[in-house]
């Protein structure tokens, strides 16, 4: 974190679909994370709020991210409980919906986008000042929680639909209006959000593979053979300018997944090497400023403002 030169950084507290007991999973992964920040006291702070970053005295801000709103159990009770523990965002979903929030990659039924009580769970995220992440959800889904928000609100690793046609990346539609909420998209590194080739790939081998060592063998095969067609960091670039064209700069930021990720983006392997990406953008003629805002100008403005609405609502 130190040579890629980090500066704050969410780590992400996450329960899978299948888990049979997610809260309890989301609690015990904040324990994990307040207990590495504990043990490395001399590098890294918890941050939870805009204050943290700008007194950091010179350590790595660590916040605390929630993805999967099941971890939440449908209590706006549990939701209070997380901002104290310092989740200072959540992902209303993952790959699989809520009871009152739709996910971009479940096939089963579901009323669609937020229900009425997923409404009341955006109003209270508002007043409490947890930034809402609309990253795995559906295309309703996001259009009803920017309408619902009072706030701005983010997609903390996902990328431009038009570049990439996964269900996880953001059409044009929702982008328009991410920006008239003042919210901000955040690029991801996962190859399969970032090339249009290897996601079809990628796909087909989910398909026709029998086993997941199959499968990991038979897309190291591909990209070894495919160089021009994987993903790179080139192209991670090639959705930055394509997001800063359809909505501005200061609606992009910087959101990597390195967690997330079976495989990696040549260029981007880990987070020592995110100079490369700034290199990449001074090469491309982004000014200065316009490199301050995306890599952290934006976030730290919507963290501001989520911070100032949830004052004036209480």
């Known amino acids: 974190m130190k040579e890629g030169h980090v500066g704050a950084q969410f780590f992400i507290s996450y329960a899978g679909c299948e888990d049979n007991q997610p809260t309890l999973t989301g609690f015990q992964q904040i324990d994990v994370i307040k207990n590495l920040i504990l043990e490395s006291q001399n590098?890294?702070?918890?941050?939870?709020?805009?204050h943290s970053i700008e007194h950091a005295h010179g350590k790595i801000v660590v916040f605390i991210g929630l993805e999967n709103g099941r971890i939440l159990n449908n209590d706006i009770g549990l939701l209070k409980k997380f901002y104290k523990t310092g989740v200072r965002y959540i992902c209303l979903t993952h790959n699989c919906h809520t009871d009152w929030a739709e996910s971009c990659c479940d096939?089963?039924?579901?009323?669609?986008?937020?229900?009425?009580?997923?409404?009341?769970?955006?109003?209270?995220?508002?007043?409490?000042?947890?930034?809402?992440?609309?990253?795995?959800?559906?295309?309703?889904t996001q259009l009803d929680a920017i309408r619902v928000s009072k706030a701005p609100v983010i997609f903390s690793h996902s990328n431009a639909y038009?570049?990439?046609?996964s269900p996880r990346n953001v059409k044009d539609e929702v982008l328009?209006?991410?920006?008239?909420?003042?919210?901000?998209?955040?690029?991801?590194?996962?190859?399969?959000?970032?090339?249009e080739d290897e996601r079809i790939q990628y796909d087909y081998l989910k398909q026709v593979t029998n086993s997941s060592k199959e499968f990991e063998r038979e897309m190291k095969a591909w990209k070894t053979?495919?160089?021009?067609?994987?993903?790179?960091?080139?192209?991670?670039?090639?959705?930055?300018?394509?997001?800063?064209?359809?909505?501005?700069?200061?609606?992009?930021?910087?959101?990597?997944?390195?967690?997330?990720?079976?495989?990696?983006?040549?260029?981007?392997?880990?987070?020592?090497?995110?100079?490369?990406?700034?290199?990449?953008?001074?090469?491309?003629?982004?000014?200065?400023?316009?490199?301050?805002?995306?890599?952290?100008?934006?976030?730290?403005?919507?963290?501001?403002?989520?911070?100032?609405i949830s004052q004036k609502i209480n």
């Open 162 to 165: 038009t570049l990439c046609k």
């Open 176 to 195: 328009q209006e991410l920006k008239k909420n003042g919210g901000i998209i955040m690029v991801t590194f996962v190859p399969s959000f970032v090339s």
């Open 225 to 308: 053979a495919n160089p021009d067609k994987e993903s790179t960091l080139e192209k991670v670039v090639d959705h930055i300018d394509y997001l800063v064209k359809t909505i501005g700069t200061d609606h992009v930021g910087i959101g990597s997944d390195f967690d997330g990720m079976q495989f990696l983006t040549r260029g981007l392997e880990d987070v020592s090497k995110f100079v490369n990406l700034i290199a990449e953008l001074v090469k491309r003629k982004y000014t200065d400023d316009q490199i301050k805002k995306i890599l952290s100008g934006n976030f730290k403005r919507v963290l501001k403002n989520v911070e100032e």
């Open 107 to 140: 096939s089963s039924p579901h009323p669609g986008g937020l229900t009425e009580f997923g409404e009341k769970m955006i109003h209270e995220m508002n007043k409490l000042g947890i930034i809402v992440d609309l990253s795995h959800t559906s295309h309703q």
């Open 43 to 50: 590098s890294l702070k918890l941050g939870t709020n805009l």
